[in-house]
């Protein structure tokens, strides 16, 4: 089967502007994760979500970024008016229940200019 | 709360010669490790995890609840090794968030 997809591959955006990034995990994984991974820094965690809830949204950095899960499936990270510090590659990742092996996706890579 | 700490940003040696990546973890309860690692243009993917006790690519990792470390060792390095090592967290028997560390990155030199 297909392994977590995320999209856009590359997004490329201007100061101030909002962006969209979307995450399809694996069918039938229920926990579902988001990290940053920032040029020269390691793996920052975002949210996690368990089915369409989310449980831990602590690595949040500001509340101009947003998620949100429907039917227990896609995730759709939301960056409002988007700063040059936001530049980094979004990776979201899955678990199914019997393990906590997690899968990621490709990642995102959004550039702010 | 649970955390993990890989002291090292960045680690070179030499073909062939022993590597070892450090992983403290900090957590009360009984953790389940793992390692993870990311090589160039590829997706993270899972290395090993601690309670299937196998060997990856060479690689091993034994976890030390004395000394709360899961360190990842490897007799003889070779350049394919070169990548991003991530050591993980996540309680056991549960289903639970993992945490990850800041990673290590490892260059094997020629």
């Known amino acids: 089967g297909a392994g977590v997809s995320q999209s856009p591959s590359n997004k490329v955006t201007e100061k101030g502007k909002d962006v969209e990034l979307r995450c399809d995990p694996i069918?039938?994984?229920?926990?579902l994760y988001w990290y940053r991974q920032s040029l020269g820094q390691g793996l920052e965690f975002l949210i996690y979500?368990?089915?369409?809830?989310?449980?831990?949204k602590s690595g949040l950095p500001s509340d101009r970024f947003s998620a949100e899960r429907t039917g227990g499936s896609v995730s759709t990270l939301t960056i409002q008016r988007t700063q040059q510090e936001d530049s980094a590659v979004y990776l979201c990742?899955?678990?199914?229940?019997?393990?906590?092996?997690?899968?990621f996706g490709p990642g995102t890579r959004l550039t702010v200019l | 709360a649970q955390r993990v700490t890989q002291p090292e940003k960045l680690l070179s040696v030499f073909k062939g010669a022993p590597v070892e990546l450090k992983c403290n973890y900090s957590?009360?309860?009984?953790?389940?490790l793992f390692w993870y690692v990311q090589y160039s243009r590829q997706r993270l993917q899972l290395l090993l995890r601690?309670?299937s006790r196998e060997s990856i690519k060479g690689f091993t990792a034994d976890l030390n609840k004395g000394e709360t470390s899961f360190h990842l060792k490897k007799p003889f390095a070779q350049e394919e090794d070169s990548a991003m090592y991530y050591c993980?967290?996540?309680?056991?028997?549960?289903?639970?968030?993992?945490?990850f560390g800041t990673g290590t990155k490892l260059q094997v030199i020629p």
């Open positions: 990742a899955s678990s199914s229940r019997a393990r906590n092996e997690q899968f």
């Open positions: 069918s039938g994984h229920t926990a």
């Open positions: 979500f368990q089915g369409n809830s989310a449980p831990d």
């Open positions: 957590y009360s309860g009984s953790p389940e």
């Open positions: 601690h309670i």
């Open positions: 993980a967290l996540s309680h056991s028997g549960g289903y639970q968030k993992v945490t």
